[in-house]
């Protein structure tokens, strides 16, 4: 999962509540982004950053929040206006967005389940 | 536009056999196409990726893949397959033409790739 750390590995959220997924990585990549995985539907682009205090809403952007404060961090808030946040969560980063040969790493995920 | 096609769900295969996943592509410009294998409840780990030059790359773990540009395929492949192998593969476009400055990848939806020992 090469130097990306997301946490928690596991997290529930009641309806109403917003929650805030962590995503740190030490690669000193300036772009990083935050996919949605639903089975059968591989990966939705919900938001992504090319540097700091920079960010651009992908395809499935409402309902979410991120913010860009450090270079190393890229947290994601799902939010109560979310309709089904039962998901599976992947953050990424590349050298930069623009930059078509660069290579995504990816970090391990997180699995957020709506109680 | 870019999009990408994986038109398998699923591909099953035995221990010991070739092993094909399937990639079709389509852009605008010329592509940059990657390979990514996703183990269960874990994240992508990349594979391989084809920018330009020999049609034929090789990558991690025994896989290769052949762009084929007339086809515009990009289809995975491993001589011999191992029950280790068994997991999900996912295929990943870029345009070279990029898009407002920008260079997002398109996923396919995924391969399910089951080895039987």
């Known amino acids: 999962d090469g130097g990306i750390t997301q946490s928690p590995k596991y997290l529930f959220r009641k309806e109403g509540q917003n929650v805030t997924l962590s995503c740190e990585q030490n690669?000193?990549?300036?772009?990083m982004y935050w996919y949605r995985q639903d089975p059968g539907q591989g990966l939705r682009l919900i938001y992504y950053s090319q540097i700091v205090n920079d960010f651009q809403k992908g395809d499935i952007a409402e309902g979410y929040s991120v913010s860009r404060e450090k270079k190393e961090s890229f947290p994601l808030t799902v939010t109560s206006a979310q309709k089904n946040p039962t998901a599976f969560y992947l953050c990424a980063s590349s050298i930069m967005v623009a930059q078509g040969t660069d290579t995504q790493y990816f970090g391990p995920g997180t699995r957020l389940t709506v109680l | 536009a870019q999009s990408v096609a994986q038109p398998e769900d699923q591909v099953n295969v035995a221990e010991g056999n070739p092993l094909t996943v399937k990639c079709t592509y389509s852009?605008?410009?010329?592509?940059?196409l990657f390979w990514y294998v996703q183990y269960p409840n874990r994240g992508l780990q990349f594979l391989l990726k084809?920018?330009?030059?020999?049609?034929l790359v090789k990558g991690s773990y025994g896989f290769e893949a052949e762009f084929n540009k007339s086809q515009t395929s990009f289809h995975l492949k491993k001589p011999s397959a191992l029950v280790s192998d068994s997991a999900l593969y996912f295929c990943?476009?870029?345009?070279?033409?990029?898009?407002?400055?920008?260079?997002?990848?398109?996923f396919g939806r995924g391969t399910s790739l089951i080895v039987h020992p």
């Open positions: 990943a476009v870029r345009d070279s033409r990029g898009s407002g400055g920008s260079y997002i990848p398109t």
């Open positions: 852009v605008s410009g010329n592509p940059y």
């Open positions: 690669l000193n990549h300036d772009a």
């Open positions: 084809y920018i330009t030059g020999d049609n």
